[in-house]
């Protein structure tokens, strides 16, 4: 990958080996194809590229036929330039296209509807693009996790790949801890939520070189959200209670006017995988680490108010005695772990109900092991899978 775009191998342009590909990911795989260099295609003009370019973009609109729009940015260089001139973000288009539209926010009008299938064996959870899952099992991969306990906490890893888990691979791009109780939840990103937010970093212990780390591996973790579960302590009978602090996304990106972050690439850090550091006598930038390893640094964001969210509480059903949400029919099975959440808000800060009624995202259960995440603005794919997440974790002292 490069830029937030990523490059493909020329035997993926044979159609059977796509069909054939059931855990396809919206990031092409990686290959010595080098989209900066210049073809034969290259030479074409500028008015007839940007023409079909534009033509492809507007007529591929859905999975798998997108695939057409990541082929044309790996043609050259100059192709890549002008499909990312064309392509927007989910949040104007409501598409998901390229790596990085998994952390931009999603579509203000209408949710993005995934949904996530759980493999209990291999403890790994897979984020899918669609309403449910397809009969011949060709879903588009998103994002995909594996949970791991440990003495004191639950780890998620985050993944752009179901078969790569590892925390010095250039697919990881964050993950989710919780603390021993399974009530509190921290989710890690790879990369700052904004280019100041990299100035802003905590009193750490060691400081090693970014390139003596790693070349492919972001040498710190941004703390972009806090997710809190209530207490049980009564143990009365009821559904969840959680909060969801967003320190990545300003309370102002839901006032009117307002914008939440949206990265444009992945560091280059991120994206160069397996290049050689370059020999230098300059002094290279240091990044502090507490502790080698990914799991440990810690970097938070600017101070600034954070967006809140919060369940939506259900209501008592009294002929089905049972708690119900109106989820329009995309949630059909009852579990503790169905969920809505809408933005908490003060009656102070005047903002309108009909905003403060919309559902950010929702989840909930249709099947064994399958469950349905829809998620739109400010919300992004990664940050909406990483809540979800926390649910699936096991909570004995909030039910």
């Known amino acids: 990958m490069k830029d937030g775009i990523g490059s493909i191998s020329r035997r993926g342009m044979d159609g059977r080996r796509w069909r054939n590909r059931t855990r396809s990911h919206i990031a092409p795989d990686v290959s010595h194809f080098d989209p900066d260099q210049q073809g034969q295609w290259a030479n074409l003009p500028s008015e007839l590229l940007l023409d079909i370019i534009r033509r492809v973009e507007e007529s591929e609109t859905s999975w798998p036929a997108r695939t057409v729009v990541v082929f044309c940015a790996s043609v050259c260089k100059s192709w890549r330039e002008v499909t990312k001139e064309i392509v927007k973000t989910p949040e104007e288009c409501g598409r998901l296209t390229f790596p990085i539209s998994l952390k931009q ?29 397809s009969e011949d099992e060709s879903d ?21 790949v179901a078969d790569d888990f590892s925390r010095a691979s250039s697919t990881c791009v964050g993950k989710l801890r919780s603390n021993f109780l399974g009530t509190k939840f921290t989710v890690y990103d790879s990369q700052p939520p904004s280019d100041a937010a990299i100035q802003h970093r905590g009193r750490l212990s060691r400081r090693f070189n970014v390139k003596q780390v790693s070349p492919t591996v972001p040498a710190c973790n941004y703390s972009v959200a806090a997710i809190n579960y ?34 444009k690439s992945f560091p280059q850090s991120f994206v160069e995988k397996s290049s050689p550091p370059s020999v230098s006598k300059t002094k290279e930038p240091t990044v502090d680490i507490s502790s080698p390893g990914f799991s440990t640094s810690k970097v938070s964001v600017p101070s600034r108010e954070p967006l809140v969210l919060k369940n939506k509480a259900p209501r008592w059903h009294e002929q ?76 004995p002292a909030c039910e």
């Not at 949710?111 to 693009?129: E, G």
């Not at 309108?352 to 400010?378: N, R, S």
């Open 140 to 160: 588009k991969l998103l994002l995909a996790a594996k949970r791991t306990r440990r003495a004191t906490s639950t780890d998620f890893v985050i993944s752009f």
């Open 105 to 133: 926010p999603g579509p203000r009008e209408s949710p993005i509807h995934c949904f996530i299938k759980r493999d209990r064996a291999n403890s790994v959870y897979r984020l899918y693009f669609g309403l449910t899952p």
């Open 320 to 395: 089905l005695q049972c708690w119900c949400l109106n989820f329009k029919g995309r949630v059909t099975v009852a579990s503790v772990k169905n969920f809505q959440l809408a933005i908490a808000v003060d009656p102070s800060q005047n903002i309108p109900a009909a905003v403060q009624e919309t559902v950010i995202l929702q989840f909930g259960k249709i099947g064994k092991d399958i469950f349905t995440m829809d998620y739109c603005y400010p919300l992004s794919a990664f940050q909406a899978f990483a809540i979800c997440l926390s649910s699936f974790d096991t909570k």
């Open 230 to 263: 209530e207490l049980n302590v009564l143990r009365t009978r009821g559904p969840r209670r959680m909060h969801c602090a967003m320190h990545s996304i300003p309370f102002s990106s839901i006032q009117e006017g307002g914008s939440a972050p949206a990265p």
